[in-house]
C-alpha cells in the first residue's frame, strides 16, 4: 500500500529475526517494576540495588566497558520490558559493550532533573527515554542538554509537538522514534478488511493523553472525509477501566446499529492505552461477533482473549529501531540529524482462530504481509515473519 512520500520511514525487513513477546518467553523478574525476557538478556547479568529504583545491567563476561547508557521509566510496564529486552538483545549480538543503569523515576521532575545532572558528571555516553510521558518530561527538562536521548515506546512527535516535521532530525539533543502509523495508512487497511465500512469505535483512555493525541483525534479528519463515523469510547479512569467499559461499550454498539443495524461494517478499534488494551477478555465479551482490532500488535493473543488483527508498530519493532538510533549516535553521529524514526510498513497480527469464532474473511494479501499469525487453533505459526515450528 502506498505511503506518502513527504515522511521519512525506516524500514525494518522481516528478515530481521526478533521474538515476539505473544510467545511468552521465560522471564527474569528483577523487581516489581522490571522484568526481562530471559532469551534476549542471556548476555547481560542484572543487580538491583538498595535504593530499588535502580537496576544496573552489565554484560555477562568480564572485561573492558566501552559506553555507559542510562534508561529513564516511569512505572512497571510489560511494554517497557518487551522494549528494553529488545535493545539488550541488539546491543549483544552486535558486541557493544556497553552498561545499563535502569532508573524508575516515575512522575517526580526534580529527580529526573537529578538523574540527568548526575549523569553528566557520571560519565554517561547516551540517555534512553520509555513511554511518552517520561519523554515529553526529558524533554521538557532536557532539551538542548550535553548528552543525547532516544525516545522509545513512545507516541508520535510530530502530533505530540515535539518535532515539526518527519524528514528533518531535531537539531538538538533528541532522537525520536514513534509507535504509530498515520491514520491515512491505518484507514487503508480497514477499507480492505470492511469496503463498506460505516463505524469505527476507538477505545481509549481519557488520562493518556498521547494516545489521545496520536492514535484517536488523527482518526476523526481520514474518517470523515471517507464518510466513516468515528465513535469515541473514552474510559476516564483508567483505575476503572474495566467497570466503566462495562456501560460505553454496550452504548457505543446501540450508536453503531443507527447506521448500521445489522454491525457488518462496524468494528472496534483498541488503542495503546493500557488500561484499555488488558481489558481484551471483557471487550470481547461485550463485542460479540463485531471485529476488535487493535493498534498494538501484543493485543493478537494465542487463543480466543485477543484481538482479531492488528496494524501497528509492536513495541519489539520500536525498539529495534530505537536500538539502531542509538548505535549510530554511539558511533558518532549526532541525535538531532536523525529523522523521526517510522517504521513501514507497519506490523500485522493476524488471530485465525479469532476469526474463524466471529465468521471474519481476512483478504490474502493481509496473510502475505503480515509478521504474526495464529492459526485456526489460536497457536503461533509465523512470529515476526519467521515460521514457528509447532509441536505436535
Not at 529501531?321 to 513501514?344: F, H, M, N, Q, T
Given at each position: 500500500?502506498p505511503?506518502?512520500?513527504s515522511?521519512?520511514?525506516l524500514?525494518?525487513?522481516l528478515?530481521?529475526?526478533?521474538?515476539?513477546?505473544?510467545?511468552?518467553?521465560?522471564?527474569?523478574?528483577?523487581t516489581?517494576?522490571?522484568?526481562?525476557?530471559?532469551?534476549?538478556?542471556?548476555?547481560?547479568?542484572?543487580?538491583?540495588?538498595?535504593?530499588?529504583?535502580?537496576?544496573?545491567?552489565?554484560?555477562t563476561?568480564?572485561?573492558?566497558?566501552?559506553?555507559?547508557?542510562?534508561?529513564?521509566?516511569?512505572?512497571?510496564s510489560?511494554?517497557?520490558?518487551?522494549?528494553?529486552?529488545?535493545?539488550?538483545?541488539?546491543?549483544?549480538?552486535?558486541n557493544?559493550r556497553s552498561?545499563?543503569?535502569?532508573?524508575r523515576?516515575g512522575?517526580d521532575?526534580?529527580?529526573?532533573e537529578a538523574?540527568?545532572?548526575?549523569?553528566?558528571?557520571?560519565?554517561?555516553?547516551?540517555?534512553y527515554?520509555?513511554?511518552?510521558?517520561?519523554?515529553?518530561?526529558?524533554?521538557k527538562?532536557?532539551?538542548?542538554?550535553?548528552?543525547?536521548?532516544v525516545?522509545?515506546?513512545?507516541?508520535?512527535?510530530?502530533?505530540l509537538?515535539?518535532m515539526?516535521?518527519?524528514e528533518?532530525?531535531?537539531?538538538?539533543?533528541?532522537?525520536?522514534?514513534?509507535?504509530?502509523?498515520?491514520a491515512?495508512t491505518?484507514?487503508?487497511?480497514l477499507?480492505?478488511?470492511?469496503?463498506?465500512?460505516k463505524?469505527?469505535?476507538?477505545?481509549?483512555?481519557?488520562q493518556?493523553?498521547?494516545?489521545?493525541?496520536?492514535?484517536?483525534?488523527?482518526?476523526?479528519?481520514?474518517?470523515?472525509?471517507?464518510?466513516?463515523?468515528?465513535i469515541?469510547?473514552?474510559v476516564?479512569?483508567?483505575?476503572?477501566?474495566?467497570?466503566?467499559?462495562?456501560?460505553?461499550?454496550?452504548?457505543?454498539?446501540?450508536?453503531?446499529k443507527?447506521?448500521?443495524?445489522?454491525?457488518?461494517?462496524?468494528?472496534?478499534?483498541i488503542?495503546?492505552?493500557t488500561?484499555v488494551?488488558?481489558?481484551?477478555?471483557?471487550?470481547?465479551?461485550?463485542?460479540?461477533?463485531?471485529?476488535?482490532?487493535?493498534?498494538?500488535?501484543?493485543?493478537?493473543?494465542?487463543?480466543l482473549?485477543?484481538?482479531?488483527?492488528?496494524?501497528?508498530?509492536?513495541?519489539?519493532?520500536n525498539?529495534?529501531?530505537?536500538?539502531i538510533?542509538?548505535?549510530?549516535?554511539?558511533?558518532?553521529?549526532?541525535?538531532?540529524?536523525?529523522?523521526?524514526?517510522?517504521?513501514?510498513?507497519?506490523?500485522?497480527?493476524?488471530?485465525?482462530?479469532?476469526?474463524?469464532?466471529i465468521?471474519?474473511?481476512?483478504p490474502?494479501?493481509?496473510?502475505?504481509?503480515?509478521?504474526?499469525?495464529?492459526?485456526?487453533?489460536?497457536?503461533p505459526?509465523?512470529?515476526?515473519?519467521?515460521?514457528?515450528?509447532?509441536k505436535k
Amino acid at each position: 500500500m502506498p505511503m506518502s512520500s513527504s515522511r521519512f520511514f525506516l524500514v525494518l525487513c522481516l528478515g530481521i529475526v526478533l521474538t515476539n513477546t505473544a510467545l511468552a518467553a521465560p522471564k527474569r523478574h528483577i523487581t516489581d517494576w522490571l522484568s526481562l525476557d530471559s532469551e534476549k538478556t542471556k548476555q547481560w547479568s542484572t543487580h538491583l540495588r538498595a535504593d530499588e529504583r535502580y537496576v544496573d545491567i552489565s554484560p555477562t563476561q568480564s572485561g573492558e566497558v566501552d559506553k555507559r547508557i542510562l534508561v529513564l521509566m516511569e512505572r512497571p510496564s510489560s511494554a517497557y520490558d518487551t522494549a528494553l529486552s529488545q535493545i539488550l538483545a541488539v546491543f549483544g549480538n552486535k558486541n557493544i559493550r556497553s552498561t545499563f543503569e535502569v532508573v524508575r523515576v516515575g512522575k517526580d521532575l526534580p529527580f529526573i532533573e537529578a538523574t540527568l545532572k548526575k549523569a553528566e558528571t557520571d560519565d554517561i555516553d547516551m540517555v534512553y527515554a520509555l513511554g511518552s510521558s517520561t519523554v515529553a518530561n526529558v524533554y521538557k527538562l532536557y532539551k538542548n542538554g550535553s548528552l543525547p536521548v532516544v525516545s522509545v515506546c513512545a507516541k508520535d512527535p510530530v502530533l505530540l509537538g515535539q518535532m515539526s516535521g518527519y524528514e528533518t532530525g531535531s537539531q538538538n539533543n533528541f532522537a525520536f522514534t514513534s509507535l504509530n502509523a498515520p491514520a491515512e495508512t491505518l484507514f487503508k487497511y480497514l477499507l480492505s478488511l470492511k469496503p463498506d465500512l460505516k463505524n469505527v469505535a476507538v477505545l481509549y483512555a481519557e488520562q493518556n493523553t498521547s494516545s489521545v493525541q496520536t492514535q484517536y483525534k488523527p482518526m476523526i479528519d481520514p474518517a470523515q472525509k471517507m464518510g466513516v463515523s468515528i465513535i469515541g469510547v473514552g474510559v476516564k479512569d483508567r483505575t476503572q477501566a474495566a467497570e466503566e467499559l462495562r456501560t460505553l461499550i454496550p452504548a457505543a454498539i446501540a450508536q453503531m446499529k443507527e447506521s448500521d443495524p445489522t454491525l457488518q461494517n462496524s468494528v472496534f478499534w483498541i488503542t495503546g492505552s493500557t488500561s484499555v488494551f488488558q481489558e481484551i477478555a471483557l471487550i470481547n465479551s461485550y463485542t460479540k461477533n463485531i471485529p476488535v482490532l487493535s493498534a498494538v500488535t501484543d493485543v493478537v493473543q494465542p487463543g480466543l482473549d485477543s484481538a482479531v488483527l492488528s496494524i501497528g508498530i509492536g513495541f519489539d519493532t520500536n525498539a529495534h529501531l530505537a536500538a539502531i538510533y542509538g548505535l549510530d549516535i554511539l558511533s558518532g553521529r549526532p541525535a538531532g540529524e536523525l529523522p523521526v524514526g517510522l517504521v513501514s510498513p507497519p506490523d500485522i497480527a493476524i488471530n485465525f482462530l479469532k476469526a474463524r469464532q466471529i465468521n471474519m474473511k481476512i483478504p490474502f494479501d493481509f496473510f502475505e504481509i503480515s509478521n504474526f499469525i495464529y492459526d485456526q487453533n489460536g497457536q503461533p505459526v509465523r512470529m515476526s515473519g519467521e515460521k514457528v515450528m509447532v509441536k505436535k
